[in-house]
């Protein structure tokens, strides 16, 4: 079992920036995709960004691609997505989901573990 712990968000401005950090614990995550996802009130849950196992390949939604960097540290068991030029339309809960294979996918049905989520606010 693989418990994931999100950080980082909070209330910020439209242009500014914020960085989220999800802590792994229960499994190596060597082996493990990681992604992250989002749920803004009454939308579906949706893809945001995911990195392979060792991070070396990267998937960036449309909607966050040249804003948004997910980057990953195994030896800290750590995924971190850095937000830049937020927008209110970023507001939403942010979720950090691991998967028991390698490859990183835009889906999350194909993620096994999700975190609790953090909470992030783009005012206008």
């Not at 999800?22 to 190596?28: F, I, L």
């Not at 991070?55 to 195994?74: E, H, K, P, Y």
């Not at 068991?77 to 691991?98: F, G, H, I, R």
């Amino acid at each position: 079992q693989v418990q994931l712990v999100e950080s980082g968000g909070g209330l910020v401005q439209a242009g500014d920036s914020l960085r989220l950090s999800c802590v792994a614990s229960g499994w190596s995550t060597d082996n493990l995709a990681m992604g992250w996802f989002r749920q803004a009130p009454g939308k579906e849950r949706e893809f945001v960004a995911a990195a392979n196992w060792s991070g070396s390949r990267v998937r960036l939604a449309d909607s966050v691609r040249g804003r948004f960097t997910i980057s990953r540290d195994n030896t800290k068991s750590t995924l971190t997505l850095q937000m830049n030029s937020l927008e209110p339309e970023d507001t939403a809960v942010y979720y950090c989901a691991a998967r028991g294979g390698p490859q990183e996918k835009d889906t999350d049905s194909d993620y096994d573990w999700f975190g609790r989520g953090t909470q992030v606010i783009v005012s206008s």
